[in-house]
């Protein structure tokens, strides 16, 4: 099967690398082809991901049976309904089904309106000239968000990235008069966040294996928001904090949200990512990503079995999954990120790094390429993206990243990495917090229902498990 992948970044590495070994021919549209994309692909071509009509055009140009679309921004742009009015079966959702993503003002509404049990309290503002009066009715600890896609780096959280109500106010104001067509304001939950995949088509929701990614830029969860230095998953696909029972709450949240969709007359095929924060009331949704997490995707792709991958997505994208398809691996993972110094606050643009692949190899570990460009023999130039993944497999977490750590001896240059993921240290420290957190009499909101808009949903601070797996 012949299969258009959109996207250059290490999640379309991944993507292309598990179609490849199914036996499919990648070819690619991007407008930066990363050096393992360049190898595998049959086929290029240096497209803007928003332009449908180009993208189309070589799509049937290269006679492809399938599309998979990596990133958010062709979603919003609607190259998928350009591609399905060329009659190609696509993973990734139509532009209206896609502002699940693309507005988080309509992802906040629709969960709102469906009743489903999993929002933090939130308002959203159109108008600058109503910030003042809504962030003092609002309550404190609050989160801004700009109502469209920023690339996860937009999200202002209280006592993080900024200090008083009046300096989240001030952000929120400078949002809305720079463009952005609204802000959220929402309560801060307390809690370890997670990421919940499931690929969604007609025939239902089929979930991934669970994933927790690290979304700040230093070590020990400091620094700005980014789209996430690395993420780890567990051998039974849960994690050391979520059971099986919570993370079945949290697929019950993409199933509502699917059904939700259709009832719009928006059906959603492809990948329906929920960003969830466990919290003393159980999982609550941060965000939904209408695609492939980066790096979560990482952690699953490599899981999946050896097999037809190709034909799974094309069940995907045409309404029907065999399920005998879904197949993880019951290992470990853990992904880090080799990113250029200062990534998350002001990256430095162009450090060529060398990279010893065979060995990283030799040492189970697996490279995908992000924003690098070839530098001649066993070395690539690092540009301000997220520049190489190393992902390592173990039957347990800290080996997996132990397995990392050993094949970074064999990448030489100047460049970031965060040593902490999937550490024992890390790992403890993550589940000493959930079990404060799902301690009997933990707080579950340290705001008062009154500042919940009109429709919100009742709120749920209901039993909360306290199954912690080790
Ligand atoms: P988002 O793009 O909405 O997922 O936000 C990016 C990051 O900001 C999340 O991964 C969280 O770390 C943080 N964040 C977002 N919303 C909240 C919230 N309501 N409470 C606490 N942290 C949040
Ligand atoms: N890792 C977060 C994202 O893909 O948006």
Known sequence: MRVLVVGGGAREHALGWALDRSGAEVVVASPNVNPGLDRLAKAKARLEPTTPGPIVEFARRERVALAVIGPEAPLAAGVTDALWKAEIPVVGPTKSAARIESSKSFCRELLAKYRIDAQPKFATIANVDEVTSRVKAFGEPFVV????????????????????????????????????????????????????????????????????????????????????????????????????????????????????LREEGSPFRGVLYGGFMLTSGGPKLLEFNARFGDPEALNVLTLYEEGDFDELLLGVATGRVDTTLLTYRLRATVVKYVVPPGYGSAPVNGKVITLDEPSIMDAGVRVFFGAVEAAGAGQVTLATSRGVALVGEASAIHEASKRVDDALAFVKGEYYVRRDIGTKADLAKRMEHARRLLAPGAKPSPLPLSVAPPDAPPSSAGTAEQVLVP
């Open 145 to 260: 968000k700009p109502a469209g896609l920023t690339g996860g780096k937009g999200v202002w959280v209280q006592g993080a990235d900024f200090q008083t109500a009046e300096e989240g106010a001030a952000y929120a104001r400078k949002l809305l008069v720079s463009g952005a067509e609204g802000v959220v304001l929402e309560e801060k939950l307390e809690g370890e966040e997670f990421s919940q995949m499931a690929f969604v088509t007609d025939s239902g929701v089929y979930p991934m294996p669970a994933v927790q990614d690290f979304k700040r830029a230093l070590e020990g969860d400091l620094g700005g928001n980014t789209g996430g230095l690395g993420s780890y998953s567990q051998r039974d696909h849960l994690l050391p904090f979520l059971s099986k029972s919570l993370r079945e709450r949290a697929v019950d949240v993409l199933r509502k949200t699917a059904e939700a």
